[in-house]
Nanobody
Framework: QVQLVESGGGLVQPGGSLRLSCTVS????????MGWYRQAPGKQRELVVA???????NYADSVKGRFTISRDNAKNTLYLQMNSLKPEDEADYYC???????????WGQGTQVTVYS
């Protein structure tokens, strides 16, 4: 069974940076599309950035210019580089993959990002 495991969350001051990783057990090529979502306490889970079927990326307006999604296929890992972090970026961040063949969705367990002054 395919699993997604996030890492890289932690404590950071406003203006700081973090890089989240999502490692796929198995082949990252199982997923046609991948992305990152986040959920703050008391709020619904929301899109941060997602790959589209057309090979493009769709960023939430709130993170454009600050966050960057990337892949290292050789390491079966998806990344989220987060720069210029703000208190409102504080949330649990989740990796999501949608399989290329069956269109099944998988979630990771999440990693916590805390932005403090």
């Amino acid at each position: 069974q395919v699993q997604l495991v996030e890492s890289g969350g932690g404590l950071v001051q406003p203006g700081g940076s973090l890089r989240l990783s999502c490692t796929v057990s198995g082949s990252i090529f199982s997923f046609g599309r991948m992305g990152w979502y986040r959920q703050a306490p008391g709020k619904q889970r929301e899109l941060v950035v997602a790959e589209t079927n057309g090979g493009r990326t769709n960023y939430a307006d709130s993170v454009k210019g600050r966050f960057t999604i990337s892949r290292d296929n050789a390491k079966n890992t998806l990344y989220l580089q987060m720069n210029s972090l703000k208190p409102e970026d504080e949330a649990d961040y989740y990796c999501r993959g949608v399989t290329a063949v069956s269109n099944d969705g998988y979630w990771g367990q999440g990693t916590q990002v805390t932005v403090y002054s």
